[in-house]
């Protein structure tokens, strides 16, 4: 391949980049009081740019490029147009929460084309070289996005939380590829399978994997790494929340796959039980924390880690089928909870006016559009048919039970049991008689931006819910293809 | 020649103490320096085993972990500045307006 043609297989990561930089560059160019909202829309024109390329990409036949770190197939592309779309969203979200107060905004909309760069690196990389330079681009933007309510109490305090617990994590993170390059000789990673399948398991092998494992699982909130994630969420701006809930962990969960099934595959005996116990104890976990939380962001934060671990369940079952759920999860989850965290950014705005369960209270009767949209995306939280929630956590436990995984697809069933009663309480404030508030008053008329947001995300979720067929067929040959490098390099090795 | 084992034991004794001060240390700027220890014990490894394997792939992964912690240690001590500022104190124990 030509060097200029290998520019197309990063070509919606250079967009973006691009994009961020016209946004930097452009920035100390408006008034000082003027609104950066043009900034904001000109991150939306990058971000659907870069969702096409994304999409455009399928058309190349799947292959590496740049001496082998970046790999574009079914399964990056499968997460660039995930994270594009999350990206979009929160860019639109975040132009109708800023609404009277958008004059400090230009950094935020660029970090966040930058951080969106870092998580499509990450799902698409093969060298763990590239894949720490992502996971670090997309960790970096997403401290500077927390602690972007300064003048707050809680805003650094959420900040230098994900800050230090985060820069912890990818210390045990590059520990562990320090220790899996000292096994095998390289970084690379189907080269590393190739190695690692061939030879006695090294006792660095094991080590590395577990370190790794240690980072990722700060990253998606699985326990017992996950004490950052109510605190961050509780302070973080709201748009912002719903960002780094989702697309970096999606990013994450990539990184993940393809370590362990590319690159690690002939250590499943070491790290199935290690996730297996992530698991189960995220969902438990997860779960019973959230049942006495009462504001609305913590207990979603608790939820997080709760999704986390039905989609390690995922992890666990080692075929085809199981990585296709994983992805597909990842999807479902994305789209319901970006789209409740819409309805929360605009209800309370930058800094958080409404976070209590009970603020919600009547909802519904001042804007039927955002108590009902708000119940729908709790509604597929839960996990009842005809959303996306439904369909994510039926692959997610039919993979398991495919691959006899009895006990750990009960710990989940009864745990989707325990999550019915805290997402029906703000369900339920929602549709109650509303009481007199100030609060809700305050809450200010839906915007154009908003209206897409949640357009995109409802539909999402009914898509998910009620044709999944083409995602699904997209997270199967993603699936396949993680799969087949590793055919390849261990028949190429022998 | 110090054969590989003495600098894979130094850098995990240093990984170790730097795990350890992370989780005692109450000031932030320690918990900050204390990180940026694990790094270097992380540097030291690579280095080890680019010599051992004879490869300078990890020798060029030690550069951009010190880019990446330069980037890091921006950010980070950015962020500590605004605690300082909103709280006139670095004692972790007393940023604690949210609690599990």
């Known amino acids: 391949m030509t060097d200029v043609a290998q520019v197309f297989r990063i070509l919606p990561e250079v967009i973006l980049t691009i994009t961020g930089v016209l946004i930097m560059l452009g920035e100390p160019l408006l008034a000082k009081n003027a609104s950066r909202k043009p900034l904001g829309w000109l991150a939306v024109l990058g971000t659907l740019a870069a969702l096409f ?132 000789g390289t970084t690379d990673i189907p080269q590393i399978a190739g190695l690692l399948s061939t030879s006695q398991v090294p006792v660095f092998g094991v080590i590395g994997m577990a370190m790794i494992l240690i980072g990722i699982g700060f990253k998606v909130s699985a326990v017992p790494f996950q004490v950052w994630a109510p605190d961050v969420y509780e302070g973080a701006p709201s748009p912002v929340v719903g960002l780094m809930s989702t697309a970096p962990k999606a990013a994450a969960f990539a990184v993940l796959l393809r370590v362990l099934y590319t690159a690690l595959p002939a250590l499943h005996s070491h790290w199935q039980p290690l996730i297996w116990w992530m698991a189960a104890l995220s969902m438990t976990f997860g779960n019973l924390g959230a049942l006495r939380q009462q504001n609305i962001k913590r207990m979603l934060a608790y939820s997080s880690i709760a999704h986390a671990g039905y989609l390690l369940v995922a992890f666990t079952a080692l075929s085809p089928d199981g990585i296709a759920a994983a992805s597909f999860y990842a999807a479902s989850y994305a789209v319901m909870n970006v789209g409740a965290f819409a309805v929360i950014s605009h209800a309370g705005g930058m800094d958080d006016r409404l976070t209590l369960i009970q603020d919600y209270r009547g909802l519904a009767y001042r804007s039927p559009l955002l108590g009902g949209a708000l119940a729908f995306f709790l509604i597929s939280l839960i996990g009842i048919p005809f959303t996306g929630g439904f369909f994510g956590k039926f692959y997610v436990f039919a993979s398991a039970l495919h691959s006899g995984l009895v006990w750990l697809t009960i710990i989940g069933l009864v745990n989707s049991g325990i999550a019915v009663y805290y997402y029906l309480r703000p369900l339920v404030s929602v549709y109650s008689k509303p009481v007199h508030s100030d609060l809700l008053d305050g809450i200010p008329r839906v915007t154009v931006p908003l209206m897409f947001a949640l357009l995109i995300t409802i539909a999402g979720t009914l898509i998910l819910g009620i044709v999944p067929g083409r995602v699904l067929a997209l997270a199967k040959a993603g699936a396949l293809t993680l799969q087949s490098t590793v055919s390849d390099t261990t028949t190429a090795v022998k | 020649m110090v054969p590989i084992a003495y600098y894979l034991v130094l850098s995990a004794i240093l990984f170790s103490i730097g795990v350890a001060a992370f989780l005692i240390k109450r000031n932030i700027i320690t918990v900050f320096m204390s990180i940026e220890l694990m790094l270097n014990a992380v540097n030291l490894t690579f280095v080890a085993f680019a010599h051992q394997w004879h490869h300078v792939s990890g020798q060029i992964f030690v550069f951009f972990v010190m880019v990446v912690a330069a980037a890091e240690a921006a950010v980070g001590l950015a962020i500590i500045i605004a605690i300082f500022r909103t709280r006139s104190t670095l004692n972790v124990d007393q940023v604690d307006l949210m609690k599990l």
């Open chain 1, 53 to 184: 390329a994304s999409f455009w990409q399928l058309q190349l036949p799947a292959g590496t490029a740049y001496f082998g770190t970046v790999q574009t197939d079914a399964f990056s592309v499968f997460f660039h147009v995930l994270i594009a779309g999350i990206v979009l969203v929160t860019l639109l979200v975040t132009l109708d929460a800023a609404g009277r107060d958008a004059e400090s905004l230009g950094e935020l909309f660029a970090l966040m084309c930058f951080g969106a760069v870092g998580m499509m690196l990450m799902s698409c990389a093969t060298e763990l070289l590239l894949v720490f330079v992502g996971l670090e681009i997309s960790s970096i933007s997403t401290y500077i996005m927390a602690a972007f309510r300064r003048k707050s109490a809680k805003g650094p305090e959420s900040a230098i939380k994900y800050f230090l617990l985060g820069s912890f994590a990818t210390a045990f993170f590059l520990y562990g590829i320090a220790l899996i390059f000292g096994a095998t």
